[in-house]
């Protein structure tokens, strides 16, 4: 079984600052964990992918995760957020085969 | 990458209506899957499309609810049949692709918003 909790469903920064969206998982295999992005009326877009390689990921848009497993965690940051990165952020864990368990995801919104 | 398109991108449909909604990849590709997102959740699979054979569905769904084909490796289609208001939500087709690294990667196409009257 496995399972994402994303722990924050509004978060809200000031341009400029820093972004951290939180993802917690449970996996009974080793996991791949991925964060995607959705704007709006816009398909879902891969930021990263963690496959059990470098525990810190670096994805586009200057998007990187950190994998910690002591901590079962996948959180996403970005130093500086940009007024484009306002849209809905989704935490994915897969945990065998091909079944994605999405979390139930985290509106980002960037204020001026 | 890979590059979905799928069709309609939103519809409005009566009660006890079905409508069928088409993805299209410009590759050929083994995984198609389709989700559903309800209003304020998150994505849900649905089922995989296997090309040449019958879908296999998540718990909670039935073929004769969400009929899907797959005549290729291409193309798949997904039936929400007999709608009903509970039915309103956007339907995303998903592809596995895997890249000449072979990194494999999940792409979604762009959605199909339902709205059920």
């Known amino acids: 079984a496995q399972s994402v909790t994303q722990l924050d469903s509004h978060v809200s920064v000031s341009e400029g600052t820093p972004v951290l969206l939180r993802c917690n998982y449970s996996s009974s295999y080793s996991p791949s964990l991925f964060w995607y992005v959705q704007h709006p009326n816009k398909g879902l877009q891969l930021l990263l992918k963690?496959?059990?390689?470098?525990?810190l990921v670096k994805g586009i848009n200057g998007f990187e995760a950190e994998f910690k497993k002591s901590e079962t965690s996948f959180h996403l940051t970005k130093p500086s957020a940009h007024m484009s990165d306002a849209a809905e952020y989704f935490c994915?864990?897969?945990?065998?085969?091909?079944?994605?368990?999405f979390g139930t995801g985290t509106q980002l919104k960037v204020e001026l | 990458s890979a590059v979905i398109s799928q069709k309609p991108s939103r519809d409005i449909c009566q009660r006890g209506t079905s409508l069928t909604i088409q993805c299209q990849v410009d590759?050929?590709?083994?995984?198609m899957f389709w989700y559903r997102q309800q209003p304020g959740q998150s994505l849900t699979l649905i089922a995989t499309a296997n090309q040449g054979s019958e879908a296999t569905y998540e718990s909670g769904f039935v073929i004769d609810k969400f009929p899907i084909s797959r005549p290729n490796l291409t193309f798949s289609t997904l039936t929400v049949s007999n709608m009903s208001p509970e039915d309103s939500s956007i339907y995303l087709c998903s592809v596995e692709w895997d890249s000449e690294g072979g990194d494999e990667k999940l792409f979604f196409g762009s959605g199909t918003q339902l709205s059920v009257l």
């Open positions: 963690y496959t059990s390689a470098a525990t």
């Open positions: 994915v864990v897969s945990g065998g085969g091909n079944k994605l368990t």
């Open positions: 590759s050929q590709v083994t995984m």
